[in-house]
């Protein structure tokens, strides 16, 4: 999550999510009214790159408790700050790629918009990491991009990069559902091939579902056996 941390955090990240086209904020509304579905009243949730808060404040409003982790000190500060009145949320500076919470004390862990992708660690062992601090029963949630989404989706990054929030589209390397910028920044999609692989990488059996044509979500269930876990 480099990038995010030293180029895109706090209140700039804060204005890429302003600049959204509307179908962009559509896609960002289905992905937490997804999420939100999947949450009891007494859920205790982890989010893994929390950034500003975004997701997590909308998660508050159905969960009993939030967590959100993010490596960027500056989109931790403003979530603080914007969550000043919302006790049922925490946020907490930590690497999703290596989780300081014991094993089984989350309900739902949950990492949305493509954080699978943009944090730029191991995804076996982000997915590992998920599993294992959720609790036996509990459900594990990421999502990317679907493919469908590609023109939406560079359009949203090409108003970022003209406003200075990203760097200059490399349009040579972009394409394929790879978004590259001239700054450093690059970031790929899973599609429902690439969530299955990592599964059976892990493996784990899952639940793969795509909404709103824009995202592609894979789920999983941990089961009571502490290394198995069944579909959705």
């Known amino acids: 999550m480099g990038y995010y941390t030293q180029k895109l955090s706090g209140r700039r990240l804060m204005e890429c999510y302003r600049v959204a086209t509307p179908r962009v904020k559509q896609y960002l509304e289905s992905e937490i009214s997804h999420v939100k579905y999947r949450l009891g009243p007494n ?3 982890l989010e893994l790159g929390c950034g500003y808060g975004r997701v997590a404040f909308e998660l508050a409003g159905v969960a009993r408790k939030v967590v959100g982790i993010d490596t960027a000190a500056e989109s931790l500060k403003l979530a603080r700050e914007l969550g000043a009145d919302m006790p049922n949320c925490e946020f907490i500076e930590m690497d999703a790629a290596d989780l300081k919470f014991p094993d089984g004390v989350f309900d739902v862990v949950v990492c949305i918009q493509n954080g699978i992708c943009v944090f730029g660690v191991d995804q076996a062992r982000l997915f590992g990491e998920a599993l ?4 036996p029963g509990g ?6 991009y ?3 989404f590609w023109e ?3 359009e949203w990054f090409t108003i970022q990069a003209a406003r200075g929030l990203v760097g200059e589209i490399d349009y040579e390397l972009t394409g394929d559902n790879v978004i590259v910028c001239r700054d450093g920044f690059r970031a790929g999609a899973m599609d429902e091939t690439d969530f299955r692989k990592l599964c059976g990488r892990c493996g784990i059996e899952s639940a793969i579902t795509e909404i709103d044509n824009s995202s592609i979500f894979c789920e999983v ?3 009571w056996s502490a290394n198995s876990t069944q579909l959705p």
């Open 43 to 45: 859920a205790t949730v």
């Open 132 to 135: 294992r601090v959720a609790r």
């Open 139 to 144: 459900r594990v949630i990421f999502s990317s």
């Open 146 to 148: 679907s493919p469908r």
């Open 152 to 154: 939406h989706r560079l």
């Open 221 to 223: 269930i941990k089961n």
